[in-house]
């Protein structure tokens, strides 16, 4: 099993820039994708970013030129930075991990709020 822990979440305006990481520890395998997630109150959970181990990465459309994810595989840590936020960007962001073998691993979530 693969345990994950984000954090950097929080409250900022309207415009302003976060940045989350998630720290992955336990049975990694060298193949594998990173993703990033979320959920809004009374909406089901949709991918924002994902990134596998050789680098490609795929963004959501709402997201494109705003975040962008990164990967340390030394460090076994995913990002995510996030600039221009949306008052529509507030939710609770997930960190998952998945192989080809089938392991899928989720975070405990961190809130990301977004102000007018």
């Known amino acids: 099993q693969v345990q994950l822990v984000e954090s950097g979440g929080g409250l900022v305006q309207a415009g302003g820039s976060l940045r989350l990481s998630c720290a992955a520890s336990?049975?990694?395998?060298?193949?594998?994708?990173m993703g990033w997630y979320r959920q809004a109150p009374g909406k089901q959970r949709d991918l924002v970013a994902e990134?596998?181990?050789?680098?490609?990465?795929n963004y959501a459309d709402s997201v494109k030129g705003r975040f962008t994810i990164s990967r340390d595989n030394a460090r076994n840590t995913l990002y995510l930075q996030m600039n221009s936020l949306k008052p529509e960007d507030t939710a609770v962001y997930y960190c998952n991990f998945r192989t080809t073998t089938g392991l899928n691993s989720w975070g405990q979530g961190t809130q990301v709020t977004v102000s007018s």
């Open positions: 336990g049975r990694i395998f060298s193949i594998n994708v």
């Open positions: 990134i596998g181990s050789g680098g490609w990465a």
